[in-house]
């Protein structure tokens, strides 16, 4: 990936490092990276990082490392929602892993995430910028370099990331809209479970109610703080449990086989030229199927 910065009046005088930290938001880790590499140009020709730039200059930096992957790719298919040479989002489907991890060592998301980019001629790692549950289907953003997958997170720390989910929750809210903020903290003796506790962390939903559906609700929620499970800790706490929850809901169906939850808008800025992108994945076919019974 190559990123050009043209050199205005506001820079003229500048030291190339000064451009890289505080302009293109390079970290210091890569800074060096691209030193060891030759991939600091300046109107194309190498240059030290303690040069000036003048008015008029293109100062560039290729960031196209090799790496060595650490999982093992695995051809099949997946839905791709966008990609570009920075970025790569996925529908995932429920019932998959995003990573390998102790329990789930092949089979995941990011194996067959490995095998595209092979196909593709990229020798890089796979780097999810986020998670989803095994369980929880829609949209997965990777990053193509650390830069890139850096920059994204930052902007999910400034709350500048839009990220909409729908589910299927038993019962009507009431209100049908409002707010839910209630702090969340992981459950004494549990490695996976979190519950509502006063000296949890700060955790807000927004939900507002969609359709409902006899005893059933078709409901959109909006992250504003991103801890685990934190949706689905929400909905028990309000007496409205995810249907399908097996975790968080002592109410057993076979209208489902999984939490009825869905990763349903993903909206950022890209990376290099500032761009809105709003990725959509429409409601899968399993809770569809749920809503018509």
Sequence with gaps: MKIDFEITEKYSGKKVLHILQNEINLSGRLIKKLKVSGGILLNGKPVRTADYVQKGDILSVMIDFREEADIEPENADFSILYEDDCILAVNKEPGMPVHPSAGHTTGTLANRVLAHFIKKGLSIKVRPINRLDKDTSGIVLFAKNAHIQ??????????????????????????????INLPIARKSGSIMER???PTGAPSITLYKTLEVHKDLSLVEFILKTGRTHQIRVHCKAMGHPLLGDWLYSDIR????GRQALHSHIFSFDHPLNGQRIRLIAPLPEDMKKALRV
């Design 253 to 256: 169906t076979d209208l489902i």
């Design 195 to 197: 519950i509502i506790d």
């Design 150 to 179: 850096e920059q994204i997170i930052n902007q999910m720390k400034e709350n500048r990331v839009y990220k909409s989910y729908l589910g299927i929750v038993h019962g009507v809210f009431i209100p049908p809209d409002d707010i």
